[in-house]
């Protein structure tokens, strides 16, 4: 048997407990009423691995977000030197960006509360082509402020996306759902491959404006999520009179391991976007070309998605502590290893490091995070975590280049390393391990 108590949930919305006693979801306020039959159809999808095609579509839609993201990171920078007024504005198109992806964190999860995953999604993916084109119209008036107007509303159909990793985890059976964010993130192997390939290949696509055609491929890939969300059953929004009451900002912030998931994936988003985004600056001042950066980068990304395949199945064995507790190692490594030189070599082994570092750190935080609220509570809870994770990916874009100038790139990586140490601490003193089986 088991140390903890286990619940048997059947198709009525009934749980049954080891204690003898029957009740249902809707009665402990865990599921509005009326709602069994909709929760009854998600679980008979499963196919025999305990996954459902549900899930491996959500993963081919965050796969072709990915790669719209690869490409945008390609070419913003680019643009904005041909583009802005002054060396002073270069970077402001990839800021817009995040800046969008960040405002629309909040209201994206409390829009999807009332419309839906899909409708949200789409909407999401209808915002993102709007800012594609109009990046496009910019380019070819050589307009470099509208352009800027254009990436962010590029980020805030990024901001919808973000959520494709929950929305894997409501349509998988609880006993797949560590399986299922893993999954969901693991489309970035596909994107690793995809993005850059794009951005290569669409710079002739549309004459004049140069890589005004990349953006005419990143209309290309949100149409294509478009379709394939019609083929994805995700559930429907709950109605009004049907939603159970919702606890406040203040209780789901003091809910058990709330805060400390927040945590762990603001720490290692931050910290992985911050020095991924140095690094290219870090080589190019010692001495290395853009294509050994890019060899750099892009063994980063495969660093960062390729585990996914496996994550799901390592919490399931080592639990989200463990599992967050060796990702925090991997960082650390990466920063030995940055501290220790400044050869190719180096920049490699630690970028494929702090890839799979966050890939550890941050599904299981994710994972952790799903376990910590009512589901009544789901769009605050993920709204005000999604708005901490990329409000920090934001100001470490902002800051980055500015942080290597002025402290160097060895003196950046003693800086963060007592924010990535923190997180294993918190989580060995103030979590326990899994419950095992005996």
Same mark, same amino acid.
Request: net charge positive; with cysteine; aromatic share 10%.
């Given at each position: ?64 977000? $990915?790669? !719209? =993201?690869?490409?945008? +990171?390609?070419?913003?920078? &680019?643009?904005?030197?041909? /583009?802005?007024?002054? %060396?002073? *504005? ?31 999604? $789409?909407? !999401? =993916?209808?915002?993102? +082509?709007?800012?594609?084109? &109009?990046?496009?119209?910019? /380019?070819?008036?050589? %307009?470099? *402020? ?43 192997? &596909?994107?690793?491959?995809?993005g850059p390939n794009l951005a290569i290949a669409s710079q002739d696509w549309l004459p004049g404006a140069h890589f005004s ?135 490699r082994a630690a970028l494929v490091m702090l890839g799979i570092g966050w890939n550890f750190m941050f599904i299981g935080a ?73």
């Amino acid at each position: 048997m088991r140390r903890y108590r286990r619940y048997y949930i059947h198709g009525r919305g009934q749980i049954n407990g080891w204690l003898g006693y029957t009740t249902t979801l809707s009665q402990m306020g865990l599921m509005p009423a009326g709602q069994w039959r909709d929760t009854r159809a998600y679980n008979t999808a499963r196919d025999i691995h305990g996954m459902n095609k549900n899930v491996w579509l959500l993963a081919l839609c965050q796969a072709l977000l $990915m790669s !719209g =993201n690869i490409v945008l +990171i390609s070419v913003n920078g &680019l643009i904005g030197q041909q /583009l802005s007024p002054s %060396d002073t *504005w270069v970077t402001l198109p990839v800021s817009t960006q995040f800046v969008g992806l960040m405002l629309a964190t909040i209201p994206a999860s409390l829009i999807m509360a009332k419309i839906g995953r899909k409708n949200g999604f $789409m909407l !999401g =993916n209808l915002i993102g +082509i709007l800012g594609a084109l &109009l990046c496009v119209y910019a /380019l070819n008036r050589g %307009d470099f *402020w509208l352009f800027c107007f254009a990436t962010s509303l590029l980020g805030i159909g990024i901001g919808f996306g973000t959520l494709y990793r929950f929305a894997a985890v409501e349509v998988s059976a609880p006993e797949s759902k560590d399986k299922a964010i893993s999954l969901s993130m693991a489309g970035g192997v &596909l994107a690793a491959i995809m993005g850059p390939n794009l951005a290569i290949a669409s710079q002739d696509w549309l004459p004049g404006a140069h890589f005004s055609g990349a953006f005419l491929g990143i209309t290309g890939l949100y149409i294509i999520s478009l379709i394939v969300l019609q083929f994805i059953g995700l559930p429907p929004a709950a109605k009004q009179n049907e939603q159970a009451v919702q606890s406040s900002v203040g209780q789901i912030l003091k809910a058990r391991g709330y805060l400390l998931a927040v945590f762990a994936a603001v720490v290692g988003y931050a910290v992985m976007n911050l020095l991924m985004t140095v690094t290219p600056i870090a080589m190019h001042r010692h001495g290395f070309n853009f294509e050994q950066a890019a060899i750099v980068i892009e063994w980063h990304v495969l660093g960062m998605f390729a585990p996914a395949f496996i994550t799901g199945s390592l919490i399931g064995k080592i639990g989200t502590r463990n599992t967050i507790v060796l990702g925090s190692l991997f960082f650390i490594g990466c920063i030995l290893i940055n501290l220790n030189g400044v050869t190719e070599w180096h920049f490699r082994a630690a970028l494929v490091m702090l890839g799979i570092g966050w890939n550890f750190m941050f599904i299981g935080a994710t994972s952790q995070l799903t376990q910590t609220y009512l589901p009544q509570d789901k769009p605050r809870a993920q709204a005000i975590n999604e708005f901490a994770v990329f409000g920090s990916v934001t100001l470490t874009a902002l800051l980055a280049g500015n942080l290597e100038v002025t402290l160097g790139w060895q003196t950046l990586n003693l800086v963060v390393l007592p924010f990535v140490c923190v997180v294993p601490l918190l989580y060995l003193m103030l979590t326990r391990a899994k419950p095992v089986e005996v």
